[in-house]
């Protein structure tokens, strides 16, 4: 019954090593978010996606790649990997968009370790 | 631009002592404001939020007061429990964009002691 949920937890790789981490939400949310949490435990947005539509792109380098297949899924694949990769990835949803703030519902984290 | 500034850590203290943590922000409007706690090896978990001036979240014994004279919203506990130990991050919602992506502090780390 986990609301919010990643695979994979723990994500270690090489250099130059395409990854994806997937996020699922059965909460049936229309939003839902990318985040990185670096070495200092810093959050910043990353994506954000509104019924399948990119509706927040922070500047992210193009590596890095979204996908939303349906409202409940929002995956995200990363390209040529570098060393400042690594960091804690967390997905979010939450109820609306727009001009109403809502809480945001995280999953427990992906943790990429890039060597 | 507009951000969240919340007091450096690490805070600690023993049990059943005062806990605050401030958090101040900026902002071009009147967003929500947020706290959320990370215990250790696990995701973030909202604590307790307000959205509009004057409102006081509370939860697990935990409050805020939203404060838009003073642009602040500062944690407090009265009295702290070992399991209290995590990671605490004040937010703001973002009115300037299209989505609602919430914009974070840097996170107070709090540990608690017996």
């Known amino acids: 019954d986990t609301a919010v949920s990643q695979t994979p937890k723990y994500l270690v790789t090489q250099m130059g090593n395409d990854k994806s981490i997937k996020c699922e939400q059965n909460?049936?949310?229309?939003?839902m978010y990318w985040y990185k949490q670096d070495s200092k435990k810093f959050l910043k947005i990353m994506f954000s996606?509104?019924?399948?539509?990119?509706?927040i792109n922070e500047t992210v380098p193009n590596r890095f790649s979204p996908k939303s297949p349906d409202k409940a899924h929002l995956n995200l694949h990363i390209n040529s990997l570098e060393l400042g990769d690594s960091a804690v990835y967390f997905c979010a949803s939450s109820q609306g968009v727009g001009g109403s703030p809502d809480t945001q519902y995280f999953g427990p984290g992906t943790r990429l370790t890039v060597l | 631009g507009d951000s969240v500034t919340q007091m450096e850590g690490p805070v600690t203290l023993s049990e059943e002592a005062f806990l605050t943590i401030n958090c101040t922000y900026t902002?071009?409007?009147?967003?929500?404001l947020f706290w959320y706690v990370q215990y250790p090896g696990e995701g973030l978990q909202l604590l307790l939020k307000?959205?509009?001036?004057?409102d006081k979240g509370s939860n697990k014994g935990f409050e805020a007061t939203y404060r838009k004279e003073t642009t602040s919203f500062h944690l407090e506990k009265g009295s702290v429990q070992v399991s209290d130990s995590a990671v605490y991050f004040c937010?703001?919602?973002?009115?300037?964009?299209?989505?609602?992506?919430?914009?974070f502090g840097k996170g107070t780390t709090l540990s608690v002691s017996s």
């Open positions: 307000a959205t509009k001036a004057d």
């Open positions: 937010a703001r919602s973002s009115v300037n964009q299209a989505g609602t992506a919430l914009i």
């Open positions: 909460l049936g949310h229309d939003t």
């Open positions: 996606y509104n019924n399948k539509e990119l509706i």
């Open positions: 902002a071009t409007g009147y967003p929500s």
